[in-house]
């Protein structure tokens, strides 16, 4: 079994800062780390190789330094790190993201055997998107089961597995034929420690490291700012609001009265919500 990991390396999202001109994220001197999500699909692909056996791959498209961030991840228990790093890259959006990713994936399949699995967590904290997963999917004609909270099972020999799968209202129980591609939920496993060993041979470790060019990348004009379609017009946080909190005092009433005073206090300060409500209701 071949499992392949996307990680990104990102800003830590209490230091981040964006460009004035190009609305891109400036991630020149601020610290990084790797995506969180990401630590949680990680993880569901360890347990995998430790009940199925198997080799993980772990993968990442960034500059150079997010080399850091593969050994990181090899110091968990990832067995291999590829590193796409070009120039090319640079200003990506989700759509070009995708298309490298997924190119980078054929050749890790041509170059260390057929991939069964790709992980990723379900978004980035420097994005929030969610779309890279499902846009790897797309691409490389995967089976796609997004929002995953747990695996339930993987059979080999006849090449399916089952995961549960968070919904609006429930939990869905959903399975589907290898390969596929898994987005992984937060707070569905932790990391594990790696040995001390491990974590040795993660710092010796050989990444490998491909150009667009080594990563078999034909039409590179899909790929960095020339391939990203997303315009971003205007960056900005939002104002801070004048209006304070206000306490209601509501001791002494019983359940009853207690909807009705709260209801008839926030109508008296805020007359104009009152008059909005009416006007939803009776439209």
Avoid at 5 to 24: E, F, G, L, W, Y
Avoid at 27 to 52: C, M, S, W
Avoid at 61 to 75: D, H, K, N, Q, T
Avoid at 140 to 146: A, E, I, K, V, W
Wanted: hydrophobic share 45%; net charge neutral; proline share 5%.
């Amino acid at each position: 079994m071949h499992i392949v990991v996307c990680i990104k390396q990102v800003p830590d999202s209490a230091q981040i800062r964006v460009h004035p001109v190009t609305n891109t994220i400036m991630r020149q001197g601020v610290p990084t780390i790797i995506n969180p999500y990401d630590l949680f699909a990680l993880e569901a692909a360890l347990k995998l190789r430790d009940l199925h056996g198997g080799k993980i791959t772990v993968l990442t498209m960034g500059p150079p330094m997010a080399e850091e961030s593969l050994r990181r991840a090899l110091s968990f228990g990832a067995d291999r790190a590829v590193l796409l790093t070009d120039r090319i890259f640079a200003g990506s959006d989700t759509l070009a993201t995708s298309y490298a990713l997924s190119e980078a994936i054929r050749k890790i399949g041509e170059s260390f055997g057929p991939v069964d699995i790709v992980f990723t967590g379900k978004q980035t904290i420097d994005g929030d998107t969610a779309q890279v997963g499902p846009g790897i999917a797309k691409r490389l004609d995967l089976h796609q089961l997004t929002y995953v909270a747990a695996v339930q099972e993987l059979d080999l020999k006849a090449g399916s597995i089952a995961v549960e799968r968070r919904a609006e209202g429930g939990v869905q129980v959903l399975s589907t034929k290898l390969p596929c591609l898994i987005t992984m939920l937060e707070g569905t496993n932790e990391i594990r420690r790696g040995s001390i060993e491990v974590a040795l041979n993660a710092a010796r470790a050989e990444i490998v490291t491909w150009s667009a060019a080594a990563a078999g990348i034909g039409n590179t004009a899909k790929c960095g700012l020339k391939g990203s379609p997303t315009v971003v017009k205007r960056v900005f946080a939002p104002k801070p609001r004048s209006e304070k909190a206000f306490q209601i005092d509501l001791s002494g009433l019983g359940p009853d009265a207690i909807a009705e005073s709260a209801m008839a206090e926030i109508f008296k300060r805020l007359p104009s919500l009152e008059k909005e409500l009416t006007q939803t209701l009776q439209g």
